[in-house]
């Protein structure tokens, strides 16, 4: 089956911050990639289709990129309402693995 | 309004049985493949089973193969989750999602939380 590595699995930073979270697919998935924030207490929300593609109404801040192996989620400018766990996910075969998943603390 | 409701969940002894159902509302429910995705208390999210838009094709993780049956009864527009030799490691709160047409997770329900303990 294919692995999922999220790194890193937790970290802070203030707001403003450039943040980067990065996934890793072993094999590869193409752009099979999406995105998604869990706030506390709340249900995840998807963020990021194949790998880059915005869903409607989420912040521009918000970009994705990579295929085949390497991904990465940037947040350009870190609010307060983006304290959140963030996982990648690949969807284009069962099993459909999450990764570890990232939590992102506001210093 | 658009909807997942999970129902079923509840304490249960190691071994035991528990079925999970949930009610779709608001969209049409044939027309896409559906999930059961849980999460452990504190822990992240693990991908369970899945199920084409027709019944067919069900998945599994292999965490779960051979004890969970996946299946969904179009005409009640419902999801089903039938857990057998449960243990302590299946505790979780276990979530209803939507396969959207680009096959990502696009609409989840709240969950409904399964403890396995004695």
């Known amino acids: 089956d294919i692995q999922m590595t999220q790194s890193p699995s937790s970290l802070s930073a203030s707001v403003g911050d450039r943040v980067t979270i990065t996934c890793r697919a072993s094999p590869g998935i193409a752009s099979f990639l999406a995105w998604y924030q869990q706030k506390p207490g709340k249900v995840p929300k998807l963020l990021i289709s194949a790998a880059s593609t915005l869903q409607s109404g989420v912040p521009s801040r918000f970009s994705g990129s990579g295929s085949g192996t390497d991904f990465t989620l940037t947040i350009s400018s870190l609010q307060p309402e983006d304290v959140a766990t963030y996982y990648c996910q690949k969807y284009n075969s069962a099993p459909r693995t999450f990764g570890q998943g990232t939590k992102v603390q506001i210093k | 309004e658009v909807q997942l409701v999970e129902s079923g969940g509840g304490v249960v002894r190691p071994g035991g049985s528990l079925r999970l159902s949930c009610a779709a509302s608001g969209f049409s429910f044939n027309d896409y493949d559906m999930s059961w995705v849980r999460q452990a208390p504190g822990k992240g999210l693990e991908w369970v089973s899945d199920i084409n838009w027709n019944g067919g094709s069900p998945y599994y993780a292999d965490s779960v193969r051979g004890r969970f049956t996946i299946s969904r009864d179009n005409a009640k527009n419902s999801l089903y989750l039938q857990m057998d030799s449960l243990r302590a490691e299946d505790t979780a709160l276990y979530h209803c999602?939507?396969?959207?047409?680009?096959?990502?997770?696009?609409?989840w329900g709240q969950g409904t939380l399964v403890t396995v303990s004695s």
């Open positions: 999602v939507r396969e959207g047409k680009m096959l990502t997770f696009d609409l």
